[in-house]
C-alpha cells in the first residue's frame, strides 16, 4: 500500500505526451495553450492619447500659456498629425495617435472652448501628461505568452490583439470509460430488486468534459476471460483507460488480473486513503496509462478529482492551482489513512472555510450533491480543530 503522497507522485511522474492541434481563437478558451506568442508590435503600437481633449507642447504651457487656437481634430483611426503652429492646440479624441509636436494632453473637463480656441480652466491641467506611450506594455518581439497557458478571456484578448485567428492548443488523451460489474444494467433499463443503473461512468465523462475532454463509455462484464478481450479492444483505440469497479478483494474483482494479462504493468495497487483504498494505476510499454478506480461512486468521483484531473493538466503541460480551505468545525478520523472529507465551502471575508458534511460513506453519492469538493486530512493526525488548513479540491465552484 502506498501512501497519497507516493501515489501522486507516480501518477505524476507517468504524464502523457500531448499531440497538438490548431484551433479557430473562437474556440481557443479553456484550451492550453501549445505555442509560444510573440508581440508583433510595440504595445502600444504608437503613442496613444489616453484622453479626449486638446493636444498641445509642454513648452508653452511652461511659458505661462493658458489660451490655445484649435488648428485641427485627431480622430482615433486618422493617420497622425503634426501641429503647425507652436503656440496652437489639436483636439484628439481617446485612441488616436499623439500628434507630432505636441507631447501632453489636457483634458475637455479642464478647459472651456470659445471661437475655436480653447481656454484652460485648472491649473493642474497640465499635471499628468495622460499619453499612453509606445511599447510601455511590451516592445515588439517579445514574449507575451509561454506554452502550457490555460487560455482565459485575458490569453483571448492578447492572440486576437496580434492577429492569432488560428491557435496552436494541446489535445487531450483519447480515453474511454468503463464500467464494470454485473449488477449494473444501461439507464435506459429498469433495474431488477438486485440491480443498480451506471452511474460512474456518466459522471466520470461529465467531469471530463467540464476540462474540455470527451470520452467514449463501454462497459465490461466480470469475466475474466471476456474483460481480457474487451479490454484489448477498447485500448486499440484509447490512450487513457479509466475504469471502476472490480479492483478489490472480491471474487469476481478481476480487473487487475486483466489489465497485467493485456500487458499492462501495475505502478501501484491500493492508496492509504478513504474513499478510494483499492486504486490501481498503471502503464503498458504501447504508450497506454490506466486509471483502475474503486467502484464505490464517492471513490471513483474523488480519485477523478485528486490524481486524474491534475494528471491530465499536468501532462498538457500546465498545473492547476493548490487551493487551501480552513476547516469549520472540529473533526475526527482515527484511521491512520489520510481522509477526503466532504466539505462545502463558502468564501466568508476572503477566507474559504469548509464546513463538514461527510456523508454515508463511499457508497452515499448522493451526498456529492450537498458539497462543494474535498478537504485532505492527513493521515498522520486523527483529530482536526476547527481553524486548521488543509489542500481543498473543489468539484465546483
Ligand atoms: N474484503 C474487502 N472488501 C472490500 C475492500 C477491502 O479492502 N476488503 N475494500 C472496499 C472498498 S474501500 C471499496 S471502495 C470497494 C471497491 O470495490 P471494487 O473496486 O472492487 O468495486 P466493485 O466491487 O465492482 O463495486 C463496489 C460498489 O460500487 C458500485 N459500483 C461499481 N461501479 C458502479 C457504477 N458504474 N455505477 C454505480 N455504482 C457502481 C457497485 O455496485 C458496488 O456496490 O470494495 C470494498 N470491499
Ligand atoms: O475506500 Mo472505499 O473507496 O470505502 O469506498
Ligand atoms: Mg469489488
Redesign the pocket.
Known sequence: MVSVAEAASVVFSNLFQPATTSVSLTDAVNKVLAERITADRDFPPFDRVAMDGIAIRRDAWKMGQRTFPLEAVQAAGEPRKTLKGKTNAIEVMTGAPMPAGTDVVIRYEDLRIEDATAHVTSEMAADNAFIHRQAVDAEKDSVLLEPGILLSSAEIALLASVGKSRVKVYVFPKAAII???D??VHIDDIPLPHQ??????YALQAAMKTLGWEGAIHHLKDDKASMIEGLKKIAQTAEVLIL???????KF?F?PDALEALGVKKLFHQVSQ?????FWFGVSGAGLTVFA?????V??YMCFYRYIRPWVMKSLKTSTDLLYAVLAADFSFAPSLTYFLQVTVKNENGKLMAYPDAGGG??DFANLKNVTGFLELPATASVFKAGETFPYIPFRQ
Open positions: 464500467s464494470t460489474g449488477e449494473l443498480i443503473r451506471r452511474s460512474n461512468t471502476s469497479g472490480g479492483v478489490s478483494k472480491g474483482d480487473v478513504r474513499p478510494g483504498k483499492p478506480l474503486p467502484g464505490n461512486p471513490s471513483t463511499s457508497g
